[in-house]
């Protein structure tokens, strides 16, 4: 396969506006050669609904480097270190240098989240109503919004920050994870928006200078919203607290802004790779030197299981470590909710059927295809249940295979190496049908939405491209 194959395959089915993220993503994401031959072999479809607007071959060109800039730069890079034609500021692009804080302003503020407010529960209201006197009067302040699975804290925020955006200032929403970034509308992992790097220590700081575009969209920023902090390592919050010390110039927490954190430490803590108990605990906000600063807004009203009060005290009784164990980590769940484990497949092809029933007939539907799933604890159990799924999915079936190289003396292991399905890297046989859903494995532009762990409808397929 070849990176040309691919984008003459996604013009064929793509508007131009697609396949100029889809270059935008080659250069980002794949190793490439010969860049500027595969830009100009590509351009003509990649500015063909710009011709309805402009006929001046030069121009079109610029507006296509234009967008491609763009998209790179909201992808954290930068269009001159790939050797693409220079731009010309031809529409006296002043703003360019805070694309940060106009990309923030755009967000658009959606009626149906300003409408939350009216329907707050009294304690939602009570931690609305406090955290708004704050940035209405620039009082600084860290909040944190505990609540258990389902009380509402990404309901509040919605409210939140729709209100504060509707009044004109800036509300930054960011997250631990790409796919909850989804969830709030202008929403981004906190690693990205705030350039937190990777690798942490005590004295690590955010990797943007006091000049750039970050640094001006936080210095404008009335309220920062930071979502499932509680899987965040607590050096990832103090560095940002570092850099906001250094470009606001001011002791305070978070520079003298008002921070609003939220997560919940009964759900799945962050990751530390081969970590005990103790290690992942000493890891988390609640062993940081902030936690006794925050001011915590507690929610306990289940909002998501009020048709069911049994089972949502039955959750807040494991996640608070009450409810009786078998050993230490087990505890019994309720009979109606398990299918007994059988060694044959009835079983597991009883769970397919009673949380996917009539798949046949709802296959098309991207209702009823969103709104279920079967999780799985093992890689390998996974794969087997994406097997079944696929081969009961209806259509015909398309065979993708990786393409991976290898560096050291493995050729003889290739197709060892292959079987394994290792964390976080894709299988290497991939089978698709039209309709069924996939799960994005990389943050390709968070702002449209599209990073790791959202879930996307194959619509149709080449060998080289998907459209999804
Ligand atoms: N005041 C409210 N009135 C009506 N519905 C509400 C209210 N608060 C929350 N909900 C609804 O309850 C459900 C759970 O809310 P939400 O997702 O905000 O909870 P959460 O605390 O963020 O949950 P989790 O920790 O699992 O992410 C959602 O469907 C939301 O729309």
């Given at each position: 396969m070849t990176l040309d194959d691919c984008l003459t395959e996604a013009a064929t089915f793509q508007m131009p506006c697609d396949l100029r993220r889809l270059f935008a993503t080659i250069l980002v994401l794949c190793e490439k050669t010969q860049i500027r031959q595969l830009c100009d072999k590509h351009l003509a479809s990649m500015c063909e609904d710009y011709h309805r607007t402009q006929s001046n071959e030069v121009a079109l060109e610029q507006m296509v480097f234009r967008d491609i800039r763009d998209l790179l730069q909201s992808m954290g890079k930068d269009i001159k270190s790939y050797g693409l034609p220079d731009l010309v500021d031809i529409y006296g692009d002043s703003d360019v240098e805070y694309k940060e804080v106009t990309e923030e302003r755009q967000v658009e503020v959606d009626q149906e989240h300003l409408d939350i407010f009216s329907r707050l529960s009294t304690e939602q209201l009570a931690g609305f109503n406090d955290i708004m006197d704050h940035v209405t009067n620039q009082k600084s302040q860290i909040f944190f919004v505990d609540g258990p699975g389902g009380t509402g804290k990404t309901y509040l925020y919605k409210a939140l920050l729709a209100k504060v955006r509707s009044m004109g200032p800036i509300a930054i929403a960011t997250t631990t994870l790409g796919i909850t970034a989804s969830i709030m509308p202008g929403g981004r992992t906190a690693h990205s928006r705030y350039k937190i790097p990777i690798k942490l220590t005590h004295n690590s700081m955010c990797?943007?200078?006091?000049?750039?575009g970050t640094a001006e969209l936080l210095k404008q920023a009335s309220l920062l919203i930071w979502y499932e902090v509680a899987m965040t390592k607590s050096l990832a919050v103090q560095t940002l607290d570092g850099s906001l010390h250094d470009i606001m110039e001011c002791a305070l927490p978070f520079g003298g802004k008002v921070a609003v954190f939220g997560g919940d430490f009964r759900q799945v803590l962050l990751v530390v790779t081969r970590g005990t108990r103790a290690q992942i605990t000493h890891a988390?906000?609640?062993?940081?030197?902030l936690w006794e600063m925050i001011c915590k807004i507690r929610l306990m009203r289940n909002m998501r299981a009020q048709t069911k009060p049994w089972f949502s005290k039955y959750l807040l009784r494991i996640s608070n470590g009450t409810e009786k164990t078998i050993g230490d980590d087990y505890v019994c769940l309720p009979e109606d909710i398990v299918i007994t484990y059988t060694k044959d497949e009835k079983q597991v092809n009883k769970l397919i059927e009673d949380v996917f029933p009539s798949l046949h007939t709802n296959a098309m539907s991207r209702e009823y295809m969103s709104t279920r799933a079967i999780l799985s604890t093992k890689n390998e159990h996974v794969d087997d249940l994406n097997d079944k799924m696929i081969s009961r999915f209806p259509g015909e079936e398309k065979v993708y295979h990786s393409f991976d190289s290898i560096e050291d003396d493995f050729e003889n292991n290739i197709d060892f190496l292959n079987s394994n399905t290792p964390n976080g890297l894709p299988p290497h046989v991939l089978k698709v049908k039209i309709n069924c859903p996939i799960i994005m494995l990389?943050?390709?532009?968070p702002h449209n939405?599209?990073?790791?762990g959202t879930w996307l409808m194959m619509r149709a397929f080449q060998d080289n491209a998907i459209d999804a």
């Open positions: 990797s943007f200078t006091k000049q750039s988390t906000l609640l062993r940081s030197y990389r943050n390709l532009d939405g599209l990073c790791n």
